[in-house]
């Protein structure tokens, strides 16, 4: 059976210590790709920030994009097949609330992206992880209110999340830090864009396998009839996988290639 595999991208594909995919992996991806197998990616990243991704990643012959967790989805002529949005009435909700409590928070549109209010944790986080950012332009978010928003990232604990979606029941929580959350609409997620994915290249989900290492991952871990979860990954995610594989940089897609039969 030919596979579709979809790869998260930071700290499954790419690795936090080098901010590239390990070349154990990358040569791997090739065999993959030359044997037929459809491979894409399945990311939290909205569309804009891909390009700021490195060229090994940026260049790789991806069959199509999976972005925003779900909410945009792209064949591999980057043309859009599917998209979701937050719903206007949930935006007018929250952003009073935002701006009541002084949070910060990035508001994702196709292709533009502002803040709310100046945001030092960005560059912070920015450092953590190895995940470039762009400086942000900072706006009015009732720019929400007229203007498409497929994701907003509020800069708050985890705390303070039910509080948040209590005013905006057309919104979930997809997090993976405890430093903010991906908020996204209840049509949204992964395992959304997978399925748009699979009926769009005519792939059966028993075909579909899956590659994770956050809390924004779960969802596609548990849709697949074969999810992975790195290594790396936190328990409550390894918990949700069918296999569990070594850190990414200790070769671990590779690994889980093998262990699947996929590089035999």
């Not at 040569?27 to 090994?56: S, V």
């Not at 998209?83 to 508001?107: G, K, R, S």
């Not at 990954?233 to 390894?238: N, Q």
């Not at 918990?239 to 690994?255: F, K, M, S, Y």
Request: contains cysteine; hydrophobic residues 40%.
């Amino acid at each position: 059976m030919k596979h579709a595999l979809f790869f998260d991208i930071d700290g499954t594909l790419v690795s936090y210590q080098t901010g590239r995919i390990p070349p154990s992996a990358l040569e791997a991806l090739r065999i993959l790709h030359e044997r037929g197998h459809r491979l894409f990616l399945c990311t939290g990243r909205p569309p804009g920030t891909i390009e700021l991704l490195g060229d090994d990643l940026k260049t790789f012959p991806w069959d199509g994009i999976i972005a925003a967790n779900g909410q945009v989805c792209m064949d591999k002529t980057r043309r859009i097949i599917r998209t979701a949005y937050i719903p206007t009435e949930d935006l007018m909700a929250i952003v009073p609330w935002l701006e009541e409590h002084q949070i910060p928070a990035n508001f994702y549109e196709l292709d533009f992206t502002y803040s709310n209010l100046p945001n030092p944790l960005l560059q912070e986080e920015s450092k953590r992880t190895g995940k470039p950012r762009r400086e942000l332009k900072v706006l009015d978010a009732r720019r929400s209110y007229t203007h498409s928003t497929i994701q907003v990232c509020p800069y708050m604990d985890e705390s303070m999340d039910a509080e948040f979606l209590a005013l905006a029941p057309g919104i979930q929580c997809a997090r993976w830090t405890n430093v903010f959350a991906d908020m996204i609409p209840n049509d949204g997620g992964k395992q959304e864009g997978i399925k748009a994915m699979l009926e769009h290249i005519g792939f059966p989900q028993e075909s579909c396998i899956t590659f994770g290492d956050g809390g924004n991952d779960i969802q596609m871990l548990k849709y697949a009839p074969i999810g992975v979860a790195m290594g790396n990954a936190p328990d409550h995610v390894k918990a949700a996988a069918d296999l569990v594989t070594d850190h990414v940089d200790q070769d671990g897609l590779v690994n889980a290639f093998r262990t699947l039969g996929l590089l035999d």
